[in-house]
């Protein structure tokens, strides 16, 4: 009995003393009273951050009714008692699953540590997370990476502006201004899409740069030609660049080509114009001349990328040069079916009509300085 009666007393002794009804009552209307302030940094926090946004203040009925709703909230889960666990949401790291696992996972500093200076350094890296991530970074480092820091360890050139652009004009060259995307021009120069836009920008950066170096191409006709001559060097000149590069008339008879490389051109080729006597005029004809030059070539990319409706429009209108009843329809035909009978010929035929039609373009042109040119 006596020793019963001890072990009772010794249990009550050490068992918690259960807290009085109103103490959880305090703490329970303290957990919501905590809520009302939560509520107050939340909305102004919202709202602050949406007036530096917008430049313009919240007005007062919305935020009143956001602290109202985010106090509701808070308030019905001020009572409900969270662990650890449901804090960080229940995302528990799993456990080895064998020594060897554990050990991999534990870093080469720690296994070489004995177990009480270990146990100290825990302690100290506790009090200072500045130590803690200098020792998690040493760790890190200690595990061997065998891939190279450098493209010049790696064996690989150095990337530049210039190099992208140069692969860019080879892409150009082969597909056409039109028919390669970055992830092509990157993969040519053994980088990421990021590395050309770092050096050069955008795709349209790109197609900028290589339109300026193919119009730093064009050869510039001698300056004391006259003008009707320096034009038919110019334009004979810009076929045999620009017919290398598909793609490229098109876009510079759609929009021009960049000031920089194009301003002797320009330049020396409006001068000449106003001098023959063409007055204000003289900018139309200039690029009367470039413009119906670049749609020529542009016409020719064209059909050289698509064979099969060259071919199909070929026959269709060769089958018509037997019309007597449409005896124009029937000389094209004719015309097109002696063109399409010759197909080794084809490239000299247009090369034959780009210089005919800058003939009688500049024919025109001459035509209208009779009628402008002072008298």
């Given amino acids: 009995m006596t020793q019963l009666w001890r072990e009772g007393v010794i249990q009550s002794a050490i068992a918690p003393v259960p807290a009085p009804a109103w103490w959880a009552q305090l703490d329970d209307d303290l957990r919501v009273l905590r ?97 803690r991530y200098g020792l998690s970074m040493a760790s890190r480092a200690s595990i061997p990476d065998s891939r ?45 899409p990021a590395v050309v836009y770092h050096h050069v920008g955008d795709r349209e950066a790109v197609v900028n740069a290589v339109l300026e170096r193919v119009v730093g191409m064009l050869p510039v006709p001698p300056t004391a030609l006259p003008w009707r001559d320096w034009f038919r060097v110019l334009l004979s000149g810009m076929r045999g660049v620009l017919r290398r590069y598909p793609g490229v008339a098109r876009r510079l008879a759609a929009h021009g080509p960049g000031v920089e490389r194009a301003a002797p051109i320009i330049d020396r080729g409006v001068t000449l114009l106003q001098e023959a006597g063409f007055g204000k005029e003289s900018v139309l004809a200039y690029n009367v001349l470039l413009g119906t030059a670049c749609q020529l070539m542009a016409i ?16 269709l209108y060769a ?40 003939e009688r373009t500049l024919d025109g042109i001459a035509a209208r300085l009779e009628q402008v040119r002072p008298r």
């Fill in 35 to 131: 809520a009302l302030p939560f509520a107050t940094v939340c909305v102004a926090l919202a709202a602050a951050g949406n007036a530096l946004a917008s430049g313009s203040a919240v007005p007062p009925g919305a935020l009143l009714l956001g602290w109202a709703l985010v106090g509701v909230v808070a308030m019905l889960a001020a009572r409900r008692e969270r662990s650890l666990r449901a804090i960080v949401g229940g995302q528990v790291r799993r456990p080895p699953t064998s020594r060897r696992e554990a050990a991999l996972r534990t870093p080469s500093w720690r296994r070489r540590t004995p177990h009480s200076v270990m146990r100290s350094v825990e302690r100290c890296t506790a009090r200072r997370p500045v130590l």
């Fill in 148 to 192: 190279p820091r450098s493209r010049w360890a790696a064996g690989l050139p150095a990337i530049t502006a210039e190099k992208i652009v140069d692969q860019a004009l080879v892409l150009t060259e082969t597909h056409g201004l039109d028919n390669w995307t970055v992830r092509q021009l990157a993969a040519a120069i053994e980088a990421y």
């Fill in 300 to 315: 020719e990319d064209d059909r050289e990328h698509n064979p099969e409706l060259r071919a199909r429009m070929s026959q």
């Fill in 319 to 358: 089958q018509s040069r037997t019309r007597e009843d449409m005896p124009g329809l029937a000389a094209m035909g004719a015309f097109v079916h002696e063109v399409s009978e010759q197909p080794d010929q084809l490239a000299g035929f247009y090369a034959s009509f780009y210089d005919y039609a800058v």
